[in-house]
T-cell receptor
Framework: DAGVIQSPRHEVTEMGQEVTLRCKPI?????LFWYRQTMMRGLELLIY????????DSGMPEDRFSAKMPNASFSTLKIQPSEPRDSAVYFC????????????FGDGTRLSIL | GESVGLHLPTLSVQEGDNSIINCAYS??????FIWYKQESGKGPQFIID?????DKRQGQRVTVLLNKTVKHLSLQIAATQPGDSAVYFC???????????FGTGTSLTVIP
């Protein structure tokens, strides 16, 4: 079975540019999560969706960050304009329905803002 | 200036020995707990989970123990192998069961 798929795997761009990260959750999962991981702060939850609806975006650091989930099989995390301090690994995870279920992670996008 | 990052607890074990990784959680209302393994360049990988109505759960070479009295979770890995070298995270759910709260992780190094 295909797991969570993220693209691109690596992104290097100059500050001020728009960055779009993409995620395809596991088919049938109804919850999707975006995380950021850095050495300084560890793994931080940015936003999560249930049934394509954003439930909690309190972790989104600034208005420069936005996330969408137009359908059950696709989500984007956008940073505009990007800044060097946004450099991190961004993970997407999805979770199935019914009781207590683990989140399943993609392999992340390593983002470097120069 | 020098940057200061998270100080990850580290554990080094000899190949073939058993490993025990510990985790303290803070929310007494949490009812679901998960252990993840993260290898370099990869996302966290689910290892084993346990619900709060259980004290122990076993998988293949791994055992999770839950002590709700002291809010402590542990992961035991039997006959540790070089492929077990990774960072291990515990995660707990809050009372909603939707959000997971991750610990800072423990770095396990297996010495051949």
């Amino acid at each position: 079975d295909a797991g969570v798929i993220q693209s691109p795997r690596h992104e290097v761009t100059e500050m001020g540019q728009e960055v779009t990260l993409r995620c395809k959750p596991i088919s049938g999962h109804n919850s999707l999560f975006w995380y950021r991981q850095t050495m300084m702060r560890g793994l931080e939850l940015l936003i999560y969706f249930n049934n394509n609806v954003p439930i909690d975006d309190s972790g989104m650091p600034e208005d420069r960050f936005s996330a969408k989930m137009p359908n059950a099989s696709f989500s984007t995390l956008k940073i505009q304009p990007s800044e060097p301090r946004d450099s991190a690994v961004y993970f997407c995870a999805s979770r199935g329905t019914g009781g207590r279920q683990p989140q399943h992670f993609g392999d992340g996008t390593r983002l470097s803002i120069l | 200036g020098e940057s200061v990052g998270l100080h990850l607890p580290t554990l080094s074990v000899q190949e073939g020995d058993n490993s025990i990784i510990n985790c303290a959680y803070s929310n007494s209302a949490s009812d679901y707990f998960i252990w993840y393994k993260q290898e370099s360049g990869k996302g966290p990988q689910f290892i084993i989970d346990i619900r709060s109505n259980m004290d122990k759960r076993q998988g293949q070479r791994v055992t999770v123990l839950l002590n709700k009295t002291v809010k402590h979770l542990s992961l035991q890995i039997a006959a540790t192998q070089p492929g077990d070298s990774a960072v291990y995270f515990c995660a707990e759910t809050g009372h909603t069961g939707n959000q997971f709260y991750f610990g800072t992780g423990t770095s396990l190094t297996v010495i051949p």
